[in-house]
């Protein structure tokens, strides 16, 4: 049981931190954040956990960090520098190749460099002979500019700041020629800045939409771009996030989701039968209801990070989806017993999944006198640290102030839901209050402003040698122009407009050292992006 336990730890650790910067934009993923960090610590997981954790130590190496200066405040220069980090690949450069560069997110951009090595970055170099580029953004990874993370010192994290970012050092950047193959005749290489050279933006996710605003806003510096599942329309609601779980998952497991949310709702609503309950799924200790059942949420997170490849990718919804429907668990049964003892009325099902709930918090919290500060979110003090280590308030200030995407509940309650109705956006919104209390130059908006987003384009945004490519089954494809409500376009040599078969969230970005290797259709898009970008780069006038 106890190696099971440990799989069901790495998985959630690993398969979640693929993409999991989105998913913090609450209080209880923060809770779990703080938790899967330090029980690796305790355990020191990462020593033994997948061959992609030392892959990334040796990028490192193959790849050093390099600076920029860049400006603290693009509408006030005099507001001093901070030093930026980005890495090269420069193994396919050869004069008069384009500049490849991926916008490094929300997230280190250490955790980008496999995109530079075998991903997208390496994939277009080789075919265009260009020079890869991974630029971390304001904040995040070393690209720090303040001493704390107070609210005052995170007025500098938006859109606009970071976005100049990016076109500042496209225009000025000196890449140091000892980067470059000794063949490279220095002369080449003296002046690769925008003006000069033509760069294609690339960015997934969040830097997606940067890529697609970078092409908008930077007609002159960016190129072309490559918006991979972009989320270029910004919402409060986003409650389709866990609707296109609930549709994409094997329906017997979205059925069994459903129908056990529906009946713990039921449960909770009496007052006798709470404390049963939690005690069922290990989480007797906790006082809060809400607190409870966004715990029990936390499993279906996983299924962002599905990837065609497995050393990168989770196989966490599968295992959770597979000891749901396991009619056969005989730990299970006898959970029923013991249930029936306490009187409560559930399904077979409940207790599968109660058996999965207590495996993990058995790994995070076992002690039930602990719970409350463990997943309880009530508690607005365990949010206020400052410390350049609480690297959470990074991402959730951008959520508070511009970016929003909490995932509630459906709003219409005939509507079925993989979540608790207890899910509402008091609950997913409150961190935004507990964590950023006004500061002398700065208060968070009582709700995100996404018109500043929106007003760049939404779901319309549009340009040429500006593509999208977006998964079939990307949660966050509703936020994509792949989404239902977005107006239909056509997919052109100038304005691609591709989605990935079964995709989830930026397929396209991850690659194999051996291209022929991948999956039929990774390689199809990779092909599609290569003869565009080809396309594009014919069109480059030398300035």
């Given amino acids: 049981m106890g190696l099971i336990r440990g799989k069901l730890l790495l998985l959630l650790i690993y398969s979640l931190g693929y993409t999991q910067a989105l998913l913090l934009r609450n209080a209880q993923s923060v809770n779990f954040e703080r938790l899967m960090a330090r029980r690796a610590l305790l355990q020191n997981v990462e020593s033994n956990g997948p061959q992609t954790v030392l892959t990334n130590e040796m990028l490192k190496v193959k790849f050093p960090a390099q600076t920029f200066p860049q400006l603290l405040d693009h509408n006030n220069t005099s507001a001093g520098t901070f030093e930026q980090r980005y890495w090269v690949n420069a193994h396919h450069y050869r004069p008069g190749g384009p500049v490849i560069v991926i916008d490094g997110g929300e997230t280190s951009g250490e955790d980008r460099l496999p995109f530079l090595d075998t991903g997208i970055a390496e994939i277009l170099a080789e075919a265009t002979h260009g020079l890869g580029i991974v630029l971390e953004h304001r904040y995040y990874g070393e690209s720090i500019p303040v001493k704390d993370l107070s609210t005052d010192s995170l007025r500098w994290l938006n859109n606009a700041q970071s976005l100049a970012d990016s076109a500042y050092f496209m225009s000025n950047v000196k890449i140091s020629s000892h980067l470059f ?26 830097a997606g939409a940067r890529a697609a605003h970078m092409r908008k806003l930077y007609p002159d510096i960016v190129f072309g771009a490559i918006a991979s599942s972009a989320v270029t329309y910004a919402t409060i609601n986003n409650w389709e996030y866990m609707d296109i779980i609930r549709t994409a998952a094997p329906q017997a497991c979205s059925t069994l989701i459903q129908s056990s949310m529906t009946q713990i709702d039921s449960l909770l609503a009496n007052s006798t039968l ?45 295992e959770f989806c597979a000891k749901l429907v396991d009619e056969d668990d005989i730990d299970a049964m006898e959970s029923e017993r013991e249930a029936t003892r306490l009187g409560l009325p559930v399904d077979l099902v409940i207790f599968r999944y109660a058996k999965y709930i207590r495996a993990l918090v058995d790994q995070l919290c076992p002690n039930t006198e602990e719970q409350e500060d463990c997943f309880g979110t009530h508690n607005a003090s365990k949010f206020q640290g400052t410390s350049l280590q609480e690297t959470w308030r990074l991402w959730i200030f951008q959520v508070c102030t511009e970016w929003g995407y909490f995932i509630p509940a459906p709003p219409d309650a005939e509507w079925p839901s993989m979540i608790s109705r207890l899910i509402d956006l008091e609950f997913e919104s409150k961190i935004c209050r507990q964590a950023f209390p006004p500061g002398k130059h700065m208060t968070i908006p009582m709700w995100p ?40 376009r056509n997919d052109t040599i100038s304005k691609p407009f591709k989605l990935i078969p079964g995709g989830v969230h930026h397929h396209d970005q991850n690659g194999l050292r051996k291209h022929k290797k991948e999956p039929k259709h990774i390689q199809e898009i990779h092909r599609e992006e290569i003869e565009f970008v080809q396309a594009w780069l014919k069109e480059w006038i030398p300035k």
């Fill in 181 to 206: 193959p000794k063949d490279i005749p220095e002369s080449s290489i003296a002046n690769l800045t925008a003006l000069n050279t033509p760069w294609i933006y690339y960015g997934g996710s969040y």
């Fill in 274 to 318: 709470r404390t049963p309950l939690k005690a069922l799924f290990g989480l007797r200790g906790l006082q809060h209801d809400d607190d409870f059942v966004s715990v029990l949420s936390w499993p279906l997170g996983s299924f962002q990070g599905k990837n065609w490849d497995p050393k990168v990718g989770s196989t966490g919804f599968e």
């Fill in 449 to 488: 402003n996404v018109t500043v987003v929106n007003e760049l384009g939404g779901f319309g945004l549009t340009y040429p040698r500006l593509a999208f490519i977006d998964g079939e089954i990307d949660p966050w494809r509703p936020c994509t122009p792949h989404s239902r409500w977005a107006p239909p």
